[in-house]
Protein backbone atom coordinates (compact mmCIF):
# COMPACT_ATOMS: atom_id res chain seq x y z
CA UNK A 1 0.00 0.00 0.00
CA UNK A 2 1.61 3.18 -1.35
CA UNK A 3 2.39 5.72 1.38
CA UNK A 4 2.54 9.90 1.52
CA UNK A 5 3.00 12.28 4.26
CA UNK A 6 0.93 15.38 4.76
CA UNK A 7 1.71 18.22 6.49
CA UNK A 8 -1.95 18.94 8.53
CA UNK A 9 -3.89 17.06 10.47
CA UNK A 10 -5.92 14.35 9.50
CA UNK A 11 -9.25 15.69 8.76
CA UNK A 12 -7.93 18.06 6.57
CA UNK A 13 -5.88 15.52 4.40
CA UNK A 14 -5.40 16.93 0.70
CA UNK A 15 -2.59 15.35 -1.75
CA UNK A 16 -0.71 17.75 -3.42
CA UNK A 17 2.20 18.59 -5.48
CA UNK A 18 4.50 14.94 -6.78
CA UNK A 19 2.66 12.89 -4.54
CA UNK A 20 -0.89 13.61 -5.94
CA UNK A 21 0.52 13.37 -9.41
CA UNK A 22 2.22 10.04 -8.44
CA UNK A 23 -0.99 8.65 -7.86
CA UNK A 24 -3.31 9.90 -10.57
CA UNK A 25 -0.54 9.26 -13.40
CA UNK A 26 2.11 7.08 -12.13
CA UNK A 27 -0.24 4.54 -9.90
CA UNK A 28 -3.20 4.96 -12.12
CA UNK A 29 -5.26 4.83 -8.67
CA UNK A 30 -9.24 5.48 -9.23
CA UNK A 31 -11.27 6.01 -6.04
CA UNK A 32 -12.57 4.07 -3.53
CA UNK A 33 -8.82 3.11 -3.53
CA UNK A 34 -7.27 2.89 -0.25
CA UNK A 35 -3.39 4.47 0.26
CA UNK A 36 -1.18 5.23 3.69
CA UNK A 37 -1.38 8.83 4.82
CA UNK A 38 0.81 9.65 7.25
CA UNK A 39 -0.12 12.85 9.63
CA UNK A 40 1.47 14.27 12.52
CA UNK A 41 3.48 10.74 13.24
CA UNK A 42 0.23 8.83 12.84
CA UNK A 43 -0.05 6.31 10.18
CA UNK A 44 -4.06 6.30 8.93
CA UNK A 45 -5.84 3.94 6.11
CA UNK A 46 -7.34 6.34 4.05
CA UNK A 47 -9.66 5.77 1.02
CA UNK A 48 -9.25 7.98 -1.50
CA UNK A 49 -12.90 10.06 -2.17
CA UNK A 50 -11.77 12.24 -5.18
CA UNK A 51 -9.90 14.06 -7.91
CA UNK A 52 -9.92 17.58 -7.07
CA UNK A 53 -7.97 19.17 -10.21
CA UNK A 54 -4.31 18.33 -9.07
CA UNK A 55 -4.82 17.54 -5.95
CA UNK A 56 -6.28 14.04 -4.29
CA UNK A 57 -9.01 14.00 -1.38
CA UNK A 58 -8.73 11.10 0.67
CA UNK A 59 -11.35 10.19 3.90
CA UNK A 60 -9.64 8.65 6.91
CA UNK A 61 -10.74 5.24 7.93
CA UNK A 62 -11.03 3.73 11.23
CA UNK A 63 -8.11 2.03 10.84
CA UNK A 64 -4.23 2.56 11.98
CA UNK A 65 -1.22 1.61 11.47
CA UNK A 66 1.16 1.08 14.84
CA UNK A 67 4.37 3.19 14.34
CA UNK A 68 7.70 1.31 13.54
CA UNK A 69 9.61 4.82 14.97
CA UNK A 70 12.80 3.69 17.05
CA UNK A 71 11.99 4.23 21.11
CA UNK A 72 14.97 7.64 21.27
CA UNK A 73 15.37 10.18 18.48
CA UNK A 74 18.93 9.67 17.48
CA UNK A 75 20.70 12.40 15.44
CA UNK A 76 23.18 11.56 13.40
CA UNK A 77 25.81 14.48 13.43
CA UNK A 78 28.60 13.90 10.50
CA UNK A 79 31.79 15.90 9.43
CA UNK A 80 30.90 16.63 6.07
CA UNK A 81 32.25 13.71 3.38
CA UNK A 82 33.39 14.05 -0.16
CA UNK A 83 31.37 13.05 -3.04
CA UNK A 84 27.77 11.80 -2.60
CA UNK A 85 28.63 10.01 0.63
CA UNK A 86 25.44 12.22 2.48
CA UNK A 87 23.34 11.36 -0.12
CA UNK A 88 24.03 7.64 0.83
CA UNK A 89 24.07 8.45 4.79
CA UNK A 90 20.85 10.16 4.39
CA UNK A 91 19.31 7.49 2.83
CA UNK A 92 20.05 4.69 4.55
CA UNK A 93 20.35 6.17 7.66
CA UNK A 94 16.81 7.40 7.53
CA UNK A 95 15.71 3.44 6.77
CA UNK A 96 17.97 2.22 9.94
CA UNK A 97 15.72 4.48 12.02
CA UNK A 98 17.16 8.31 12.06
CA UNK A 99 15.72 11.00 13.82
CA UNK A 100 17.92 13.95 12.24
CA UNK A 101 21.05 14.30 10.11
CA UNK A 102 23.20 17.50 11.17
CA UNK A 103 26.77 18.30 9.02
CA UNK A 104 29.02 19.63 9.61
CA UNK A 105 32.11 21.39 9.02
CA UNK A 106 34.84 19.22 10.74
CA UNK A 107 38.77 20.17 10.71
CA UNK A 108 39.30 17.14 8.38
CA UNK A 109 36.63 18.36 5.94
CA UNK A 110 37.87 17.94 2.58
CA UNK A 111 33.91 19.54 1.23
CA UNK A 112 32.96 22.78 2.09
CA UNK A 113 29.22 23.69 1.89
CA UNK A 114 28.66 26.21 -1.19
CA UNK A 115 26.38 28.82 0.54
CA UNK A 116 25.27 29.39 -3.07
CA UNK A 117 24.16 26.10 -3.91
CA UNK A 118 23.66 24.61 0.03
CA UNK A 119 20.03 25.75 -0.22
CA UNK A 120 19.05 23.10 -3.40
CA UNK A 121 21.57 20.29 -2.08
CA UNK A 122 19.73 20.52 1.32
CA UNK A 123 16.49 20.17 -0.56
CA UNK A 124 17.50 17.46 -2.70
CA UNK A 125 18.57 15.81 0.39
CA UNK A 126 15.27 16.32 2.38
CA UNK A 127 13.76 14.53 -0.59
CA UNK A 128 16.17 11.67 -0.17
CA UNK A 129 14.63 11.50 3.16
CA UNK A 130 11.17 12.04 2.43
CA UNK A 131 10.99 8.73 -0.48
CA UNK A 132 13.33 6.40 2.46
CA UNK A 133 10.76 7.08 4.96
CA UNK A 134 8.08 6.42 2.86
CA UNK A 135 9.97 3.55 1.37
CA UNK A 136 10.98 2.12 4.70
CA UNK A 137 7.26 2.62 6.22
CA UNK A 138 8.23 5.78 8.83
CA UNK A 139 6.09 7.92 10.18
CA UNK A 140 8.49 10.47 10.48
CA UNK A 141 10.38 11.89 8.20
CA UNK A 142 14.27 13.00 9.61
CA UNK A 143 15.18 16.64 9.55
CA UNK A 144 18.35 17.58 7.26
CA UNK A 145 19.49 20.73 8.91
CA UNK A 146 21.90 23.37 7.17
CA UNK A 147 25.71 22.52 8.24
CA UNK A 148 27.23 24.23 10.98
CA UNK A 149 30.56 24.60 12.09
CA UNK A 150 32.08 22.39 14.96
CA UNK A 151 31.74 25.88 17.81
CA UNK A 152 27.59 25.58 16.87
CA UNK A 153 28.22 21.55 17.37
CA UNK A 154 30.01 21.85 21.06
CA UNK A 155 26.68 24.57 21.84
CA UNK A 156 24.29 21.98 20.88
CA UNK A 157 25.78 18.97 23.09
CA UNK A 158 23.39 20.08 26.47
CA UNK A 159 20.01 19.63 24.13
CA UNK A 160 20.54 16.10 24.52
CA UNK A 161 20.43 13.25 26.54
CA UNK A 162 23.66 11.26 25.68
CA UNK A 163 25.96 12.40 23.11
CA UNK A 164 28.65 10.18 21.56
CA UNK A 165 31.96 10.28 19.40
CA UNK A 166 33.07 7.81 16.99
CA UNK A 167 36.99 8.14 17.80
CA UNK A 168 39.63 6.05 15.94
CA UNK A 169 41.99 5.95 18.61
CA UNK A 170 39.21 4.01 20.98
CA UNK A 171 38.99 1.56 17.85
CA UNK A 172 42.78 0.81 18.50
CA UNK A 173 42.93 0.74 21.68
CA UNK A 174 43.18 -2.92 23.17
CA UNK A 175 40.92 -2.11 25.82
CA UNK A 176 37.76 -0.63 25.22
CA UNK A 177 34.59 -0.33 26.55
CA UNK A 178 31.64 -2.02 24.08
CA UNK A 179 28.85 0.40 22.50
CA UNK A 180 26.10 -2.14 23.82
CA UNK A 181 27.38 -1.43 27.17
CA UNK A 182 27.41 1.97 27.27
CA UNK A 183 23.56 1.98 25.71
CA UNK A 184 22.74 0.00 28.25
CA UNK A 185 23.59 2.67 30.38
CA UNK A 186 21.44 5.04 28.18
CA UNK A 187 18.20 2.92 28.31
CA UNK A 188 18.56 2.26 32.31
CA UNK A 189 18.23 5.96 32.53
CA UNK A 190 15.38 6.21 30.04
CA UNK A 191 16.76 8.88 27.48
CA UNK A 192 14.65 10.12 25.16
CA UNK A 193 17.72 11.71 22.62
CA UNK A 194 20.81 10.54 21.73
CA UNK A 195 23.65 12.46 20.04
CA UNK A 196 25.94 10.44 17.65
CA UNK A 197 28.56 12.46 16.33
CA UNK A 198 30.96 11.54 13.56
CA UNK A 199 34.00 12.76 11.26
CA UNK A 200 34.61 12.99 7.56
CA UNK A 201 37.43 11.08 5.62
CA UNK A 202 40.54 11.04 8.42
CA UNK A 203 37.83 11.04 11.56
CA UNK A 204 37.71 13.37 13.92
CA UNK A 205 40.60 15.45 14.80
CA UNK A 206 42.42 14.80 18.05
CA UNK A 207 41.67 18.53 19.21
CA UNK A 208 37.68 18.28 18.52
CA UNK A 209 37.51 14.49 19.96
CA UNK A 210 39.29 16.22 23.33
CA UNK A 211 36.52 19.50 23.05
CA UNK A 212 34.33 16.86 22.97
CA UNK A 213 34.84 14.95 25.84
CA UNK A 214 35.30 17.82 27.10
CA UNK A 215 31.69 18.93 26.96
CA UNK A 216 29.98 15.90 27.73
CA UNK A 217 30.67 13.65 25.08
CA UNK A 218 31.23 9.92 25.20
CA UNK A 219 33.00 7.64 23.11
CA UNK A 220 31.63 4.77 21.53
CA UNK A 221 33.38 1.82 20.24
CA UNK A 222 32.45 0.34 16.79
CA UNK A 223 34.54 -2.75 16.88
CA UNK A 224 38.79 -3.24 16.06
CA UNK A 225 38.19 -2.18 12.54
CA UNK A 226 38.37 1.69 10.97
CA UNK A 227 35.01 2.10 9.63
CA UNK A 228 34.32 4.61 6.42
CA UNK A 229 32.57 7.79 6.76
CA UNK A 230 29.15 6.65 5.38
CA UNK A 231 29.25 3.04 7.36
CA UNK A 232 30.13 4.09 10.71
CA UNK A 233 26.65 6.39 11.25
CA UNK A 234 24.92 2.89 9.51
CA UNK A 235 26.57 0.63 12.57
CA UNK A 236 26.18 2.91 15.38
CA UNK A 237 22.05 3.01 14.52
CA UNK A 238 22.08 -1.14 13.92
CA UNK A 239 23.59 -1.09 17.44
CA UNK A 240 21.09 1.19 18.94
CA UNK A 241 18.28 -0.48 17.05
CA UNK A 242 19.44 -4.04 18.66
CA UNK A 243 19.41 -2.71 22.08
CA UNK A 244 16.49 -0.40 22.22
CA UNK A 245 14.06 -2.76 20.27
Not at 23 to 50: D, L
Amino acid sequence: MQRYFIETAIEDARITGEDARHIARVMRMKEGEEIVVVAQNTAYICEITAFDGDDVLVQATERTIPSPELPVNVTVACGLPKGDKLELITQKATELGMFALLPFEAERSIVKWDAKKGAKKQERLQKIAKEAAEQSHRTHIPEIYEPIGFKQLIQLLDKYDAVFIADEEDAKAEKRTRFAEKLKNVYDKKSKSILIIFGPEGGISRKEADTLIQAGAQTMSLGPRILRAETAPLYALSAISYEFE
